[in-house]
């Protein structure tokens, strides 16, 4: 026993030497005996005593080997051990650590209910058995006070750090170290001979891997793919005996250069694995479109939920397309794009750029004479004339009476102006307005100035009655003489007028081929009467009880009625081509659509889809080293209502933008390593039509164990350039990227094999050695693990603490005796009365 002051021991005198006086005189002596015990131990305490105490409770730290060199029966091998120590612990303290290149925490399911069940530390992290990082982990983490033993259930193929260092270590701290040995993995007599695959793709974007695979017999086996730790996928195949081509595809939806990794597994034949860099990049998108936002909202979603990286120009066509790998033009009149930009587009698509056009109602055909324009011949389809190349005649009868008032007449109007603006130039309008009498705001002329007759129909305003036959008779005298192919006549009304010899006319118009239609708005029309026109003259009839659709409705019926290149009718496409752009799309069973533009695909163009009467839907085709496709509907809530909330939607929206994906790159980036310098060599060769940049922008690696360094980037040739960096013994995936995105020098990645995917077997040797060094036994059983062997921990303990408490119980016993005795006194009195 030691004291802190023992100085203090002196004081205790004098609580005895009190006692010893009252002694003789005192008549409650085991109250005076308490009293004194309390003030020495008080006195006692703040001497500050201590006793030295030895035990022998075991604290075990179980290092397991989770990584890629240890098999699936090692891993467990080690969960069923680590499930036993657990077991036989008692009172003693045990942590079971995972490790590899470094340790970490157990995952909360690997632990599991009834023990452990351990798996591969996942990624580069596992790539590597570092067991001096692993023992030094272990000996930091025990706790004082107990005996110190370290477990390690490794295959003891050490690729990291110095075992001797550890060793040493463990000898200082006086840690025995028991070693548990793991099969390790088995040579496999599955030889791989080459893998082959692109060295950069776009993210997201299909890719082939090729695997050339030597097999001693013919067995059925599995193809496992990962990428930076995450499962791709699993395929089974059949190998033959002797060499076998293998022909995967992956894709994988992240950026920058990233580890692929692989393993073939047979049974009986073992493991064949490989791993290599792959840069990927966000494909840049071009949308030109100047629809509103919510109905292109569905397009936008399909590209940014597929890893694209959208611009949208709502002002045309930019002058410059550099960095752009796709151009989606969206509803956009052709003939309104600059030459110019017809050049630019392409320019960029010869290039290897891709493009797609989307058509819509903004796309009017337009007869021309010569050659096709740049971006015409660009296009694997051409805007179709009408069914005849003839001009039509429209004439629209719209009611102004007072009832039209507000909302009707507005949209009304509106409706006249969408019909016009649908005009050919070749066509002729006339717009002739009436009440109880009629009057001509546009008389019959040709659509050449669609604005000037547009702003003559914002003119009209509503008054009067409602005198329907006059008006007819009106516009079918004045149309009849019209040298067109088609003469089309639409009433719009919103009241009840009498016959007249409204039927009179409409028997005359269907003689001499001039088509009715009538369109009824609100409830209060005579439908009757409606009908009996549009059907007398081989037109349409139209009730809307809110007007709110009026203007689709109208120019429907003017394109169905007149042969014009817009077709709106319900259709369901036709499957010409089967090609990879419709996988995983369902397209039997899309819902239909509500139109289409007529276009004419080219001979030597592919056409996947069709409308109707041999009208394409989706074609496509190879223009240089680029591709174009067109699509004939649109990809909005218009003709494509129902298909933008089919769950097949996104996923043909992606494939076709996937498929016009450039497979040429402005730059071709390849990484190697040059074994007898130990340095990484990345060599950059520009495309023939790429010149050579300005400056070289400042390039960098970046590499396991923290590494990262900039690279000198020299130009070796016209067109070529080469950049060299040593990196030492470091092993993993090295990561080359320019600090500013650049076309001609792109993120290049480099996989250098670390020996943890080269070691077979387990060395039992080294592991024999560590127990021998450290005292610790080999091979040791569950129990065996929390034998001391003779050894104990030192520990001090405090008795400050419990004098303390002593001398609050002696002093609570003397209080209480005390109080005991006067309360006896008191009631002795009493009985005496008694």
């Given at each position: 026993m030691t004291f802190e002051r023992a100085w203090a021991l002196f004081l205790i005198l004098l609580p005895v030497g009190w006692a010893a006086w009252e002694w003789r005189a005192s008549t409650r002596r085991v109250a005076l005996l308490l009293k004194t015990g309390a003030f020495v131990a008080i006195l006692l305490a703040l001497a500050e005593p201590r006793i030295t105490v030895y035990q022998s409770k075991v604290a075990a730290a179980v290092l397991v080997d989770t990584s890629a060199s240890v098999s699936p029966d090692d891993l467990r091998t080690e969960s069923a051990f680590a499930a036993q120590v657990e077991k036989a612990r008692g009172r003693n303290w045990t942590r079971v650590m995972p490790f590899a290149r470094n340790t970490r925490n157990a995952a909360a399911e690997e632990h599991i209910k009834d023990g452990?069940?351990?798996?591969?530390?996942?990624?580069?992290?596992?790539?590597?058995?570092?067991?001096?990082?692993?023992?030094?982990?272990?000996?930091?983490?025990l706790p004082p006070g107990m005996t110190a033993r370290i477990v390690l259930a490794s295959d003891g193929n050490e690729n990291l750090g110095s075992?001797?260092?550890?060793?040493?270590q463990a000898q200082q701290l006086g840690i025995p170290i028991d070693?548990?040995?793991?099969?390790?993995?088995?040579?496999?007599?599955?030889?791989?001979?080459?893998?082959?695959?692109?060295?950069?793709?776009?993210?997201?974007?299909?890719?082939?891997?090729?695997?050339?695979?030597d097999s001693p017999r013919a067995a059925p086996a599995t193809v496992e793919l990962t990428a930076e730790g995450k499962s791709l996928g699993a395929n089974s195949v059949e190998l033959a005996a002797g060499v076998n081509h293998l022909r995967l595809h992956g894709n994988v939806n992240s950026t920058g250069a990233v580890d692929l990794a692989g393993k073939v597994s047979a049974a009986?034949?073992?493991?064949?694995?490989?791993?290599?860099?792959?840069?990927?990049?966000?494909?840049?998108?071009?949308?030109?479109?100047?629809?509103?936002?919510?109905?292109?909202?569905?397009?936008?979603?399909?590209?940014?939920?597929?890893?694209?990286?959208?611009?949208?120009?709502?002002?045309?066509?930019?002058?410059?397309l550099d960095g752009f790998q796709l151009v989606i033009i969206n509803n956009w009149d052709m003939q309104i794009i600059p030459e110019a930009r017809k050049a630019a587009l392409e320019d960029f698509v010869k290039k290897g750029g891709g493009l797609v056009w989307i058509a819509g109602e903004h796309n009017v055909y337009v007869e021309k004479k010569g050659d096709e324009d740049r971006l015409e011949r660009t296009l694997p389809a051409k805007l179709a004339p009408p069914?005849?190349?003839?001009?039509?005649?429209?004439?629209?009868?719209?009611?102004?009476?007072?009832?039209?008032?507000?909302?009707?007449?507005?949209?009304?109007?509106?409706?006249?102006?969408?019909?016009?603006?649908?005009?050919?130039?070749?066509?002729?309008v006339g717009v002739l307005i009436f009440d109880n009498t009629y009057e001509w705001a546009v008389p019959i002329r040709k659509a050449t100035d669609r604005n000037a007759i547009k702003r003559l129909i914002a003119g009209i305003q509503p008054e009067g009655g409602t005198q329907i036959a006059p008006a007819l008779r009106e516009a079918y005298t004045r149309v009849l003489p019209e040298d067109a192919v088609y003469r089309h006549i639409v009433l719009l009304t919103d009241g009840i007028s009498e016959e007249g010899d409204s039927m009179i006319t409409a028997a005359e118009a269907k003689r001499n081929r001039v088509t009715i239609s009538t369109v009824g708005l609100g409830l209060d029309v005579n439908r009757a009467f409606l009908n009996k026109v549009a059907l007398g003259a081989e037109g349409k009839s139209y009730f809307l009880d809110e007007p709110a659709g009026?203007?689709?409705?109208?120019?429907?019926?003017?394109?169905?009625?007149?042969?014009?290149?817009?077709?709106?009718?319900?259709?369901?496409?036709r499957v010409i081509q089967r090609a990879e752009i419709l996988d995983g799309v369902d397209i039997e069973n899309a819902p239909p659509l509500q139109g289409y533009i007529r276009f004419q695909a080219r001979p030597t163009a592919d056409t996947i889809l069709e409308a109707d009467q041999k009208d394409p839907l989706l074609v496509r085709w190879q223009y240089g080293l680029g591709r174009a496709a067109v699509?004939?509907?649109?990809?909005?809530?218009r003709w494509a209502m129902n298909w933008v909330t089919w769950p097949g939607f996104d996923r043909l929206w992606a494939n076709i933008f996937r498929d016009l994906l450039p497979h040429a790159t402005a730059s071709e980036a390849t990484a190697d390593f040059d074994r007898a310098a130990s340095e990484l060599v990345v060599d950059y060769r520009l495309s023939a039509n790429v010149p050579d940049p300005a400056s070289v922008p400042d390039v960098f690696a970046i590499g396991p164990n923290d590494f990262r360094a900039p690279l000198r980037v020299s130009k070796v040739a016209a067109g070529h350039y080469r950049a060299r960096l040593p990196i030492g013994q470091n092993q993993g995936l090295f990561r080359v990227r320019p600090l500013a995105d650049s076309a001609a020098f792109p993120e290049v990645g480099f996989y250098r094999q670390e020996d943890e995917m080269l070691e077979y077997g387990s060395n039992e040797q080294l592991l024999r050695q560590v127990a021998t060094a450290t005292g610790g036994r080999y091979q040791p059983s569950a129990r065996q693990v929390f034998e001391s062997g003779g050894r104990s921990t030192s520990t001090t303990m405090e008795l400050w603490p419990a004098l303390l408490a002593l001398a609050v119980l002696l002093n609570l016993a003397e209080l209480v005796m005390r109080k005991s005795k006067g309360l006896m006194e008191s009631l002795r009195p009493h009985s005496q009365e008694a």
């Open positions: 452990w069940q351990l798996r591969h530390t996942a990624g580069a992290p596992g790539h590597g058995t570092n067991l001096e990082s692993a023992i030094r982990d272990a000996a930091a983490s075992v001797t260092r550890a060793i040493w070693t548990v040995p793991l099969a390790g993995r088995p040579k496999p007599e599955l030889r791989l001979e080459s893998v082959s695959l692109p060295v950069q793709v776009f993210s997201g974007e299909r890719f082939p891997i090729e695997i050339t695979l009986g034949l073992g493991e064949a694995r490989f791993e290599q860099a792959i840069a990927l990049r966000r494909p840049r998108v071009l949308l030109v479109s100047n629809d509103p936002a919510a109905s292109e909202q569905h397009l936008r979603r399909a590209l940014e939920a597929n890893a694209f990286e959208v611009e949208q120009s709502n002002q045309g066509v930019p002058s410059n069914r005849t190349q003839d001009g039509t005649a429209v004439v629209l009868i719209i009611d102004k009476s007072s009832s039209m008032e507000g909302r009707k007449i507005e949209l009304a109007r509106q409706a006249a102006s969408g019909v016009v603006e649908n005009l050919r130039p070749i066509d002729s009026l203007e689709q409705l109208l120019l429907r019926d003017v394109e169905e009625h007149t042969g014009m290149t817009a077709v709106e009718k319900q259709l369901r496409p699509f004939t509907s649109d990809a909005k809530n």
